[in-house]
């Protein structure tokens, strides 16, 4: 079946560190990857997408390589910043049928100052 | 452009009793979701539409009823409330298949 794996959370880093949140993820297909970001009190918004092999989505400065040989797309972001604390979601869609998104359990970042 | 929203943003239910979430769109979008959220388990997909008329069972569909009578509308009914179905219910729409997906602000319930 289809589904998606990340790290498990919280991950907790000092203002300006580097980031890294792995994702894995097993499809039949071709799936497109997604990274969303909900943020406290809110719902989902997002914040990167790839739709196929060797693409790198990239938003306020996060980072996500779609690697198909390692059937991977982690999250990356150089220098994190307090306002980046929140949880982040690794999602697919299977192309065919219905685009139901299908989630990871979600890693909770906290960014201390 | 107010995108997608939902009422209420909490609610408390108790067991047996009977509600509908509301969720509204003002894209035109033609696909509409509504999933759950539980802690350690990500969203899951409770039903979904994929236009006007046209709906279709997610994953979790027991004791969730939906209609989509208009493009804007997909309400999310629970028939008879159970501890169970506590939890943050999300609304989202998309344009097309394989789309970005734009999700509401969600939609606390709790089931005593």
């Known amino acids: 079946g289809n589904s998606v794996t990340q790290m498990e959370g919280p991950v907790t880093l000092s203002e300006e560190a580097f980031l890294t949140i792995n994702c894995t993820y097993t499809a039949t297909g071709y799936p497109s990857l997604f990274w969303y970001v909900q943020y406290p009190g809110e719902g989902l918004q997002l914040l990167l997408k790839a739709t196929k092999a060797d693409d790198k989505g990239s938003n306020k400065g996060f980072e996500a390589t779609y690697r198909k040989e390692t059937t991977s797309f982690h999250l990356e972001k150089g220098s994190v910043q307090v306002s980046d604390s929140a949880v982040y979601f690794c999602?697919?869609?299977?192309?065919?049928?219905?685009?139901?998104?299908?989630f990871g359990a979600g890693t909770r970042l906290a960014v201390h100052p | 452009n107010a995108g997608v929203t939902q009422t209420p943003k909490f609610q408390v239910l108790k067991t047996g009793q009977s509600m509908t979430l509301q969720c509204a769109q003002d894209?035109?979008?033609?696909?509409m979701s509504w999933y759950r959220q539980d802690p350690g388990m990500g969203l899951r997909l409770i039903h979904y539409s994929v236009g006007a008329g046209i709906t279709d069972q997610g994953e979790v569909p027991n004791g969730y009823n939906v209609s989509r009578s208009t493009t804007e509308d997909f309400p999310l009914r629970l028939l008879l409330a159970a501890p169970s179905q506590t939890s943050v219910y999300f609304c989202?729409?998309?344009?097309?298949?394989?789309?970005?997906?734009?999700f509401g602000p969600g939609t606390r319930l709790t089931v005593t």
């Open positions: 999602a697919l869609i299977v192309t065919g049928g219905y685009n139901k998104l299908i």
């Open positions: 894209m035109n979008h033609e696909y």
């Open positions: 989202a729409s998309s344009r097309d298949r394989g789309n970005e997906q734009y």
